[in-house]
């Protein structure tokens, strides 16, 4: 029931597109949803988060989707550069502490 | 910007020795965590501190883990007798406070045991 599952494994989106990340969870304890950006040989990055009671949040070009019913939320990057090829990992705050991470999705955007 | 700080950056050590990993939190906060990325993996959850003991931990952290806040800054993970199978990224994160939503990683410290 600690599971976050996350999708795609990998995306390509071309410069100037929308980049799209899903996660889906089960369970309705989890009461945080961050997603963390990580370049290569550093750590993840806190790039944007929400809690269940809001349907959306955007900061920049960044919005996080949530759907509280379908126990799913979604990262959408608009307008992609090549700066935002990374990898993106939702997770899900379980009790006062522990983050759950989803596997992770490595998005590249092409010039 | 204040940030987590983490040394060394890369430690190779040999199966069956001891590690410490050390950590420098963000100065006013007071939760501090460690998490592990075995390369190409989702990050994982090991413990969290607070109030000088362990707030909780995950099924991974056993008795081989330790960690400690020996001084005001910095917080350490311990692994004794270390295994292959414990080659991985290790992060630290801090949040300001009880509770506190924001968990801020450290770069992480690459171990890899031979």
């Known amino acids: 029931q600690q599971q976050v599952k996350q999708s795609p494994q990998s995306l390509i989106v071309q410069k100037g597109g929308i980049s799209i990340i899903n996660c889906a969870y089960e369970n309705t304890a989890f009461d945080y949803f961050p997603w963390y950006q990580q370049f290569p040989g550093k750590g993840p990055a806190l790039l944007i988060a929400?809690?269940?009671?809001?349907s959306e949040k955007k900061e920049g070009r960044f919005t996080i989707s949530f759907n509280k019913s379908a126990k799913q939320f979604s990262l959408h990057i608009m307008d992609s550069q090549p700066g935002d090829s990374a990898t993106y990992f939702c997770?899900?705050?379980?009790?006062?502490?522990?983050?759950?991470f989803g596997q992770g999705t490595r998005l590249t955007i092409n010039p | 910007e204040p940030e987590v700080t983490q040394t060394p950056s890369h430690q190779v050590t040999q199966m069956g020795q001891e590690v410490i990993l050390r950590c420098v939190p963000i100065s006013n906060h007071l939760y501090f965590y460690w998490y592990r990325q075995i390369l190409g993996q989702k990050v994982e959850f090991l413990v969290s501190?607070?109030?000088?003991?362990?707030?909780?931990k995950s099924e991974i952290f056993d008795d081989q883990f330790s960690v400690e806040r020996p001084d005001g800054s910095n917080f350490t993970l311990k692994i004794r007798s270390t295994k292959l199978e414990d080659s991985a990224m290790y992060f630290c994160?801090?949040?300001?406070?009880?509770?506190?939503?924001?968990?801020?990683f450290g770069p992480g410290t690459r171990l890899t045991v031979t």
């Open positions: 501190f607070y109030n000088n003991e362990i707030s909780e």
């Open positions: 929400i809690r269940p009671d809001v």
């Open positions: 997770a899900a705050r379980w009790g006062a502490q522990k983050l759950v």
């Open positions: 994160a801090s949040s300001v406070r009880v509770g506190g939503l924001e968990q801020y």
